[in-house]
Every structure is written in C-alpha cells, then in structure tokens.
C-alpha cells in the first residue's frame, strides 16, 4: 500500500479487484455491441488514461485510439464551467463510430461541451463511456451510454483521477479527506 498517498485517503470507495472486474464487464459489452466494426476509442485525458489503457485491452473487437486534452477545472474541486481544448484529436473521426473514454461523468459541463464538438465533425456514431458517473451533481442533460459505477457526491481520486495533478498513480479509487482541498 502506497503510505504517502493513503493518509490523505478517507476510505476505499472502488478495489482494485472491483474495478477490474466492472472494466472486463464493460469490454465485453463494447465488444459485443460493436461486432463487424471498428470503433475509435476517444481518450479524455488527463483523467482517463488508466481506465482506457485498460479498457482496451478488454475490447476484443478491431478498434483504434485516439486522445484529447480539455480543461475544466483549474486545481479546484469543481468545474468551472469554462472548457478548453488543450489536444485535439490526431484523425478526423468522419463517418467514424466513436466512443468517448471519460473518467468521471460530474456536472456533465466538460462532456456537453465536447460531445457537440465532435458531433459537429460528422462520426457514423457517437457514444460515450464513462467510468464513473455523479448523477446527483448533474447540471447539463446528458447521460452515458457505458458506465461503470454510480458514485456518492464526494470528491475521488486515484485509478487516473487527481486532486491537484496528484493521486493519479493510486491502483483504487478513494475517497480523498476533505482537509486536503480545504487547506489547499
Ligand atoms: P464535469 O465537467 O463537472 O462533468 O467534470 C468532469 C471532469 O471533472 C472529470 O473529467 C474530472 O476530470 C473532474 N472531476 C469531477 N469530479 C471529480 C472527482 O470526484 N475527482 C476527480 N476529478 C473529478
Ligand atoms: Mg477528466
């Protein structure tokens, strides 16, 4: 166990064997769904690189990746409401069946915004997974088609998820004790 992280950790909320088991469930229903296809996985970093690296290795059907870099919260713990695109995407996605790789579905303003972004270039398809979804700090309508867990309002970190570029390298996700962002 990682001691220098795990002060700062309130409780465990997603094991590592929790998590690894809900992301070979997933794989396997993208896989079953886009059969005969070859879908473009859409990388939302920073936050969603662990859960795509694994991801896509549970995905056994011919598919690509891609990634792309926003901006929407500063080092804060809530969005901001102003999103920017820090990378865009290497491929045009036209007439591309796309699936958007997020890590946590929070407000839903980062995903609003960037959902018409790439709707607006014309994919086949466009669907979106997200590891995590916050469903009661919602304040853009927008829903996933692929989720792997519901999560309680508080604030997560770890499995990719950071408090301040931190605690991305934590193999669970937990629930980090306010007293860090207070005093931050
Ligand atoms: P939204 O725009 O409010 O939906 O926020 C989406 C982004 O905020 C996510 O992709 C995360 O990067 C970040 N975020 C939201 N909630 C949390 C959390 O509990 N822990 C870490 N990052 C979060
Ligand atoms: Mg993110």
Sequence with gaps: MSSCMEKDIEKILLS?????????????????????????LVSVLRGSYIFMADLTRA???????????????????????????????????????????EDILDSGNTLFYLMQVLQARHPASIKLC?????PSRRTKPIQADYSGF????????????????????????????PQVYEKG
């Design 130 to 134: 997200t590891l995590l979804d916050k």
């Design 16 to 40: 590592q064997e929790e998590l690894k088991n809900r992301v070979a469930q997933l794989g396997a229903q993208i896989s079953a769904d886009y059969a005969g296809k070859e879908p473009v």
């Design 59 to 101: 995905i056994d059907c011919m598919c690509r990746v891609d990634f792309m870099a926003v901006s929407s919260y500063g080092s804060g713990t809530a969005s901001s409401g102003q999103v920017n695109i820090l990378k865009d995407l290497s491929d045009s996605i036209e007439g591309k069946d796309i699936i958007v790789v």
């Design 150 to 177: 519901e999560v309680p309002d508080a604030f997560v970190v770890g499995y990719g998820l950071d408090y301040d570029e931190k605690y991305r390298n934590l193999p669970y996700i937990g629930i980090l004790k």
